[in-house]
């Protein structure tokens, strides 16, 4: 605990009555101070100021409270009183999601304005183009810069994996104060559509932020009730930066367009095709070894200068283009742009292995977006080869991905094994059957247990076939009910069973 951060009661008053937020409080000391802000019964010190969160689909347990209050709780903030006698202080309010985010960085002493902040959202690359972001501003700096993404944080106190592509807001305000202290000046994070609606980002002002496309997906009882909904939470992220970067080639770019209108700058970037339309644009594109050459040009800009990555599939290079285009409008030089795409490489993203003739490609594609990209690439770099496909769609989402699962994995694969990918409530094998009702004419089989199906899949390939593990890439969790159940990973569950195989030990199935 940082001894240096302390918040007043006065204090928390009159930020939630001047955004109207505070309904009524119970105080024994109206002098008195909170040393440490959670939302987790389980993250509690002495002298917490704990939220009453609860989930979007699930209310609030009191029992949460109660063991909070037995570890430290001194005040809590809630949209309801509790009836136990936990002696506690609390603040009630109208909307408890917007009290955190607000809250939370009054705690920290709003952290986030200390450095150079960068967002990215998009339904398709986000955290592709995180990490290109954040290794080019590694090298501009010369050191580690601060991130946080679905597959890492890094605050310069901590180097870890990440759980939610936006962290809830006690979470996000403790890295930015964890980045200022390690004299952190530039920090990349992808934002999610999630992180507006539930108001994880409410509040905080982008100094640079990119829309990189827009499709149909998160559609569910558990994420955004339309389309626009969905649309409508990310364009709220573009009103909330001073400089934005956008693909010209996006659906909606219109909407996009008109939801940027007060930004210093709009930064357009694409094909070759669309030029007229561009900023920068990508231009002789060839693929030589293990590398994909490209240049970006800019007409506007006098700009021409060659480029190259590791990241396979020619879809990388639009998302390298986003990161060139930003890394420009935000001053970094070319050469610091140069190594820092060329030494990304994201766990999980078109990570292939090459064993006994056998070609295994762990990637995050989970939805109409990137099946179609990822597929694409299969077929042109892996024509002729059998496809193997290993994967499911998450419980509780939008039952279309289980439809374009089935229309696209299905469709372009030789074999499909049907198994887990973060459940949540609903049962695996009724989701797996829902998806192979669709699947036509390509043979499949449901294991249940993502585990197995990874392995039967790789050991049982044979010569010449390609296994493509899809959705979960470098995740060691799964999903289930509330709980974030501990999973080996595709990508080490990929190398241990290769690993076997080659030196012909039979794999555990």
Known sequence: MDLKLKLGYEKIIGVLEENKLLVEYKLKNRDGEINYISYNSK???????????????????????????????????????????NNADYFIVNDIRKSISILAPLYYDYPYKNFCLTGITGTKGKTTVSFFMKNICDEYTGSLTG???????????????????????????KYFHEAVESGIDYFTMEVSSQAYKTERVYGVDFDYGMFLNIAEDHISPMEHEDF???????????????????????????????????????????????????????????????????????????????????MQGLFNVENALAAIAMAKTMGIDDESIRRGLIKTEVPGRMTIFENGGITVIVDYAHNFL?????????????????????????????????????????????????????PYFEDVTDICEDIASTIIDTPYEIIVDRKTAVTKAISTAKHGDVVVLLAKGAEIYQKIGSNLVPYDSDLVIAQNVLNALSENIPAMI
Do not use: M, W
Not at 52 to 60: N, R, Y
Not at 379 to 392: F, H
Not at 404 to 421: E, R, W
């Open 370 to 422: 990137s099946f179609e990209k990822l597929y694409e690439v299969l077929k042109t770099k892996y024509g002729g080869r059998r496809i193997i496909s290993v994967g499911g769609t998450p419980g509780g989402r939008h039952l279309r991905r289980r439809r374009d699962f089935a229309d696209i994995v299905g469709g372009s694969s030789d074999y499909v094994y049907l198994t887990a990918d973060d």
């Open 43 to 85: 993250d509690v010190k002495p002298g917490t100021l704990f939220f009453c969160k609860g989930g979007l689909t699930a209310v609030f347990k009191e029992e949460y409270l109660t063991e909070a209050v037995s570890k430290g709780t001194v005040c809590y903030v809630s949209e309801k009183k509790f009836d136990a006698d």
């Open 147 to 173: 991130f946080t993404s679905t597959n890492q944080i890094y605050t310069g106190k901590r180097n870890e994996p990440g759980k939610l592509s936006t962290p809830e807001p006690c979470d996000l305000q």
């Open 228 to 310: 626009d909904d969905y649309l409508n939470c990310k364009l709220k992220f573009i009103k909330n930066c001073s400089n934005v970067v956008i693909n010209s080639e996006t659906d909606c770019l219109d909407r996009v367009l008109r939801a940027a209108e007060n930004a210093d700058n709009i930064i357009l970037y694409g094909s070759e095709s669309n030029r007229y339309n561009c900023d920068y644009y990508s231009v002789d594109i060839k693929t030589v070894g293990d590398l994909i050459y490209f240049y970006a040009k800019s007409d506007k800009y006098n700009y021409f200068e060659q480029f190259a990555i590791k």
